[in-house]
């Protein structure tokens, strides 16, 4: 008996372990994507067009977003960076179908599309439970706005343009998040 009872105490223990190691989540990792994320972002455009100045985005992130008081914890956190990466996955969905309208370099392009997606897969992976009906209203009114915006402009060059300009401020927004999951991991240890 103490033996099925050790046996089953191992079983379980490893059993955890395993599940837990397939949501470990590197905040080193994380922040090395978001630099390469910004770099191909960069890369694949080039300088922003002067004549697309005059097709300016008017709507602004809500960087409430970040400072509120329960964005304090690590799940928190990485609840929030998935918040914003996953609609950046929606208007990849519409990029990817409209990549001729852009002019940006296709190959780092379909890079910095994958890698978000990836990305976004092991964060969902991490968070499922915590998934449900937890999205902040503000972040989807944001990218249903950036939606909404491509769209009346036609999937135009310079509407893609105010796009990246956009998730250009997304991804550091992230990477600052980043930077806090890396200092409540440091308290910790």
């Known amino acids: 008996m ?54 300016k985005m008017s709507m602004k992130f809500p960087r409430k977003v970040m400072k509120a008081k329960d964005r304090q914890t690590q799940r928190s956190l990485q609840l929030t960076i998935f918040n914003i990466l996953h609609p950046i ?14 002019g940006w370099d296709i190959r780092r392009t379909d890079m910095f599309i994958q890698g978000l997606r990836r990305q976004t897969d092991r964060l969902a992976e991490c968070l499922s439970e915590d998934l449900d009906g937890k999205a902040n209203n503000k972040l989807k009114k944001y990218f249903k706005e950036m939606k909404k915006y491509i769209q009346e402009k036609t999937y135009s060059s310079c ?12 991804l550091k927004i992230v990477d600052r998040l980043s930077s806090k999951l890396l200092t409540l991991k440091g308290r910790r240890e």
């Open 2 to 55: 103490a033996r099925l009872t050790l046996v089953t105490g191992v079983f379980l223990l490893c059993g955890g372990y395993v599940l837990c190691q397939k949501c470990v989540f590197s905040h080193h990792q994380q922040k090395k994507f978001n630099e390469n994320s910004q770099l191909l972002l960069e890369k694949m455009g080039g300088d922003f067009p002067l004549q697309c100045l005059s097709e």
């Open 89 to 102: 996955n929606k208007i990849n969905e519409i990029l990817s179908k409209n990549l001729d309208k852009t």
């Open 159 to 170: 509407a893609w343009e105010n796009i990246r300009a956009e998730l250009k401020l997304c």
